[in-house]
């Protein structure tokens, strides 16, 4: 009885730190007079967020997603700098030989669709050299966003970085002493369609709260990543969000039946693969994804390649990348961004509390001002479809300080609701604590209650993960072969032959037979 009244008290709405929504009076939004399109996207946005007309800015700039610094400089930088005078936005004034805002009204600029991505870099003289020790010097090339978040700023070289001073903060921007930075965020993707679709799909989606399965996959490249992609799983296992965490090297398999996904951390692959190619893959509404990638972000109208663009056109709402090689110290800290929409921030403030630098090569995806988690507590719209999931939050908050009475008592909602979300649930933390024999019985559960086969696979891809984490190879083929018997027709079933592949791979093609010149038997000199 006690899951159910928690979930009763999930329906009625508990107070939860929600963050004040940035005002939309403090967001401006940056569109280009060039591409029709672009001021149609604007005005949507405007819309779709109730932003004043007056806070539309239309520039004539080049129509290509790469500029040069000459370009950028002529029509983006001092035209905006001229529009944020004229407005009487800003003040600025001289300080340490830069002039630098000391007020400002405008906290977040949005890119729109049209707007260049990226700043060329200016060719260097002959006979110049990279810093071995530091290859950040010289480097002038950028993200046209990050160029942006100071472009109040003059002074300033261009090469090399700046400090975010919003980085790991803990408020929100429109308490932060800080105005001479505006946040940056950008409404782009491969189409017109998909961009208009992630406006609504955020606005929607705060309503109702984002609900659904996290994916991880960590793909142990580098340890500084790795423990960002810890630090997710960790935040997400202590506020009840059910998480499928792939601890193996490649990333995931061919069409991995990542069903009910809303959230997805990844790396390192150069482009979209995986589930992400099967054309029956669908994000949930709202769903908050990314890939580490160097290059994720270098272009964003093909989605097949690269990583931003394709995540955008299967359905997230959100995402981000880099448009040229950033270091991984330099990119976005997955850890700290996921915990701070967790906390119910803005996904533009989440994005530039991680990220440790400005006039670099980053660049946020989606609207700025969504916070995907705003209805953690258990406010928003009730959907049928997220009574499990919001079931599952409930009795993270109910018996945060029992973990056994909790898992005792999901497990008992499991088999009332005949939920294959809630065992499979208890079956992951089960495999998270190392508790394979947990694990399993939990899984088997889960198997037994959903109805679909793609999810019925999906615990044997635990159950296997789990003996091949183990070294347990023998038993992991065993599994494979025999899930490749129960589900071969599947599309999704594709994954079992890619990781059969690396574990029982197939022998070497026999060498080619020689073929014996005209007059000569084979072998014959």
């Known amino acids: 009885m006690r899951v159910f009244a928690a979930f009763l008290l999930m329906l009625t709405g508990l107070p939860w730190g929600a963050r004040a929504a940035i005002s939309p009076e403090a967001v401006a939004v940056l569109y280009n007079e060039s591409v029709p399109d672009s001021k149609k996207l604007a005005e949507l946005y405007r819309e779709a967020r109730n932003i004043p007309k007056d806070n539309l800015i239309g ?31 800003w003040k600025r004034r001289r300080e ?41 010097a010289g480097r002038d090339e950028a993200s046209v966003d990050s160029e942006l978040a100071m472009f109040g700023v003059e002074g300033l070289p261009v090469d090399g970085v700046l400090e975010n001073k919003y980085y790991k903060a803990d408020e929100s921007i429109k308490d932060a002493d800080l105005p001479f930075l505006i946040l940056t965020a950008r409404i782009d993707a491969p189409t017109v369609a998909i961009c208009e679709r992630m406006i609504r799909d955020a606005v929607e989606a705060e309503r109702t709260g984002l609900w659904g399965r996290a994916y991880v996959d960590i793909a142990n490249k580098f340890p500084q990543g790795d423990q960002w992609l810890e630090e997710v799983v960790k935040a997400n296992l202590e506020a009840g969000i059910p998480t499928v965490v792939d601890r193996f090297n490649e990333t995931y398999p061919p069409n991995y039946p990542l069903t009910d996904c809303s959230i997805y951390y990844g790396w390192y692959d150069w482009n979209l693969n995986g589930p992400f190619l099967n054309t029956r893959f669908q994000f949930r509404k709202g769903a908050v994804a990314m890939h580490l990638h160097s290059f994720s ?5 093909d989605g097949t390649k690269n990583w931003s663009g394709g995540l955008l056109a299967r359905g997230a709402a959100v995402t981000i990348g880099n448009v040229y090689e950033p270091y991984l110290h330099l990119t976005h800290d997955l850890g700290v961004l996921h915990r701070k929409l967790l906390e119910g921030y803005t996904w533009v403030e989440a994005c530039w509390m991680a990220m440790p630098a400005t006039s670099w090569q980053g660049v946020v995806l989606g609207d700025p001002l969504y916070r995907p988690f705003r209805c953690l507590s258990g406010t928003g719209v009730k959907q049928d479809a997220d009574i499990d999931f919001r079931a599952l939050r409930a009795a993270a908050l109910e018996w945060k300080d029992s ?5 005792r008592q999901v497990e008992k909602a499991a088999d009332r ?14 495999l998270e604590r190392k508790d394979s024999t947990g694990a399993a019985r939990m899984l088997r559960v889960a198997k037994s209650l959903y109805p679909k086969p793609e999810d019925k696979l999906r615990q044997d891809f635990h159950v296997i993960a789990a003996d091949r984490a183990a070294n347990q190879k023998e038993n992991a083929i065993r599994g494979l072969r025999d899930a490749q018997v129960r589900y071969g027709d599947l599309p999704e079933a594709e994954g079992l032959k890619a990781w059969l592949n690396i574990l029982d791979p ?20």
């Open 96 to 136: 340490g030989g830069v002039t630098l805002p000391v007020s400002n009204k405008i906290r977040v600029l949005v890119t729109i669709r049209g707007v260049p991505l990226r700043i060329l870099p200016v060719p260097k003289p002959a006979g110049t050299t990279a810093d071995p020790n530091n290859p950040v």
């Open 297 to 301: 972000a270098q272009q964003l109208a």
């Open 403 to 407: 973990p056994a009475e909790r898992m």
């Open 417 to 430: 609701m005949k939920s294959g979300i809630l065992a499979e649930a208890l079956g992951l933390e089960a």
């Open 506 to 525: 197939p022998p070497p093609p026999p060498p080619p037979v020689p073929v014996a010149a005209p007059g000569k038997k084979p072998g014959a000199n």
């Open 59 to 89: 520039l004539t700039m080049p129509s290509a997603a790469d500029c040069s610094r000459e370009d950028y400089e002529r029509s983006i930088l001092k035209p905006l700098r001229q529009e944020f005078e004229v407005r009487d936005w």
